[in-house]
């Protein structure tokens, strides 16, 4: 089968690679879709390339194509107006919060809006004002405000 793929093999492979990209964002199947059309372009400017070289082309150019990129990207990183959004304990930071539980042994616990957040700081009573002064995952770091 591979020995008789022609251009439009390449094209059609090219566009469900950049498809499948819509589906499963990432931005490599883009890549490799774009490494795959680049392929079929040069087989139809030279249709007698043997499938071997054809397959070598397109692992070539799809991995330069996917270097490419995330060099680009790591240069030219995405500025946006809530670098935090997705990060949720960072939205606390520098906010002052009343205990719930006291800080015993360095744990205890706050209420946030409509959920308790695990703290560790300092021992404190229950009932004493804490700022967040760090995030360590879904652990807030506390001192006593």
């Known amino acids: 089968m591979l020995e008789q793929m022609d251009f439009w093999h390449w094209f059609i492979m090219s566009l469900v690679l950049i498809v499948l990209e819509m589906f499963l964002p990432g931005a490599s199947f883009l890549w490799i879709g774009i490494a ?13 390339l043997e499938w071997t070289t054809q397959v070598l082309v397109f692992a070539v150019l799809s991995v330069l194509s996917v270097l490419a990129w995330r060099s680009w990207a790591k240069k030219h990183p995405v500025h946006t107006d809530q670098p935090a959004l997705n990060r949720r304990g960072e939205h ?54």
């Not at 392929?39 to 139809?44: A, I, K, N, V």
């Not at 021992?123 to 652990?139: E, N, R």
Request: net charge negative.
């Open 36 to 48: 795959a059309a680049l392929t079929g372009g040069l087989l139809w400017l030279m249709p007698n």
């Open 92 to 145: 606390y930071l520098n906010r002052v919060f009343t205990l719930d539980e006291a800080i015993v042994n360095g744990v205890g616990k706050i209420r946030v809006d409509d959920s308790t957040w695990k703290v560790e700081g300092l021992d404190c009573a229950a009932g004493s004002k804490v700022k967040v002064v760090g995030v360590d995952g879904v652990i807030l770091r506390v001192e006593s405000a």
